[in-house]
C-alpha cells in the first residue's frame, strides 16, 4: 500500500540552525501538506501545496518557513534559523484534493529538537 | 478562523463499554476525517464523511455527519483496550486546500 514518508525521523540542531525536513508523497497525490504538532498539543497546519505553488498557509508559516518540491518526487519544509519553540513533530501529508476523496495521508513524522 | 472542538478531552473507560466522542464547529465543512493517532506516529485515517447526515461504519465503530455538516460523532461499541489512543477530527474546510483538526479525544479502554 503506498505510503507517505519522511526523513529524517529525529533530527536534533542548535538554535540558529537551518533545517530541511524531507517527505515523498503518495505518488498520484496532487495537494501536499505540512503540519507540525508541539508535544502534548493539537495537530496545526502550516501549509498546503499544489501546482507547484503554495496554495494556503497559516499564520504560523512566516518567512522562517518555506516549501520546495524539488523534483517529481520529494516535497522539502526549510526552517530557517531555528528557536527552541519550532522543537514539535512535523508531519507531511499528501491527498488528492477533490471533495469525495478529501482525506489526508500522512507520514510518520520528523521529530525536531532545537537544543 | 474556523475552529473545531472535540469533546470530551479525555475519557478512560472499561473494556465492553459504549462510548460517543464529538466534534463541533460553528463553520461548515466540505468533508469531514476522523483519524486516530497513538504516541509518536502520525495521524491514521479512519473514515472521511461528506454527506450532511451521513452515517458511516467501520466494524464497531460509527460515524456520523450532522445535517449541517458543522458537526461529527464517533461512536464505539464494546470498546477494547486495542481502541486506546487520541482521537482526531479534522475539517476540510476549501475542498483540498486546509484541514483543520480538532484538538482531539484520549481515550482510554482498560482491560
Known amino acids: 500500500e503506498p505510503e507517505v514518508t519522511q526523513t529524517p525521523s529525529h533530527q536534533v540542531t542548535q538554535m540558529g540552525q537551518e533545517v530541511i525536513l524531507r517527505c515523498v508523497p503518495i505518488?498520484?497525490?496532487?495537494?501536499f501538506y505540512w503540519y507540525r504538532q508541539i508535544l502534548g498539543q493539537k495537530v496545526e497546519f502550516l501549509v498546503s501545496?499544489?501546482?507547484?505553488?503554495?496554495?494556503?498557509k497559516s499564520e504560523i508559516f512566516d518567512d522562517q518557513f518555506s516549501v520546495e518540491r524539488p523534483d517529481g518526487s520529494n516535497f522539502t519544509l526549510k526552517i530557517r534559523s531555528t528557536k527552541l519553540e519550532d522543537s514539535a513533530m512535523y508531519f507531511c501529508?499528501?491527498?488528492?484534493?477533490?471533495?469525495?476523496?478529501?482525506?489526508?495521508?500522512f507520514g510518520e513524522g520528523s521529530r525536531l529538537t532545537v537544543l | 478562523t474556523q475552529l473545531l472542538e472535540q469533546s470530551p478531552q479525555f475519557l478512560s473507560i472499561q473494556e465492553g463499554e459504549n462510548l460517543t466522542v464529538y466534534c463541533n464547529s460553528s463553520?461548515?465543512?466540505?468533508?469531514l476525517q476522523w483519524y486516530r493517532q497513538e504516541p509518536g506516529e502520525g495521524p491514521v485515517l479512519l473514515v472521511t464523511?461528506?454527506?450532511?447526515?451521513e452515517v458511516k461504519k467501520l466494524k464497531r465503530l460509527t460515524f456520523q455527519f450532522g445535517d449541517a455538516r458543522k458537526d461529527s460523532s464517533l461512536h464505539i461499541t464494546a470498546a477494547q483496550p486495542g481502541d486506546t489512543g487520541l482521537y482526531l477530527c479534522?475539517?476540510?474546510?476549501?475542498?483540498?486546500?486546509?484541514?483543520?483538526f480538532g484538538p482531539g479525544t484520549r481515550l482510554s479502554v482498560l482491560p
Open positions: 479534522a475539517g476540510d474546510t476549501a475542498y483540498g486546500q486546509n484541514f483543520v
Open positions: 505518488s498520484n497525490h496532487l495537494y
Open positions: 463553520s461548515v465543512f466540505s468533508s
Open positions: 464523511v461528506v454527506t450532511g447526515g
Open positions: 501529508a499528501s491527498g488528492r484534493g477533490r471533495r469525495e476523496t478529501g482525506e489526508l495521508f
Open positions: 501545496f499544489y501546482n507547484n505553488e503554495i496554495s494556503e
